[in-house]
Nanobody, 121 residues
Framework: VQLQASGGGLVQAGGSLRLSCAGS????????VGWFRQAPGKEREFVAA????????LYADFVKGRFTISRDNAKNTVYLQMNSLKPEDTAVYYC???????????????WGQGTLVTVSS
């Protein structure tokens, strides 16, 4: 199982970034994909998740209305569009796969390496 997250970088507050999580077909097949983040000195936290079909999504309250998760199964890629970024969004962002069709905040089995997002004030 391989997951490759990318798209992180430095952005000013109020700006936007789009993260990508690429995997193989066996990795993503019939599985929920989620995004998590870990800020310095803090525990990892759930950000968003999307079902295999894309018909079901789940967001943490602190990103609702600002972040959008989507997926392109033909490309085996899941995206996290992040708008109206705030300095408190600064973290390493990870994508992960949950071996279930059910979208949830826990139970993720496979993790990719993270991509750093830094939001300056």
């Amino acid at each position: 199982v391989q997951l490759q997250a990318s798209g992180g970088g430095l952005v000013q507050a109020g700006g936007s970034l789009r993260l990508s999580c690429a995997g193989s077909a066996p990795t993503f097949g019939n599985r929920t994909v989620g995004w998590f983040r870990q800020a310095p000195g803090k525990e990892r936290e759930f950000v968003a998740a999307i079902s295999w079909s894309g018909g079901s999504t789940l967001y943490a309250d602190f990103v609702k209305g600002r972040f959008t998760i989507s997926r392109d199964n033909a490309k085996n890629t899941v995206y996290l569009q992040m708008n109206s970024l705030k300095p408190e969004d600064t973290a390493v962002y990870y994508c992960a796969v949950r071996s279930s069709l059910v979208v949830d905040t826990t139970g993720y089995n496979y993790w990719g390496q993270g991509t750093l997002v830094t939001v300056s004030s």
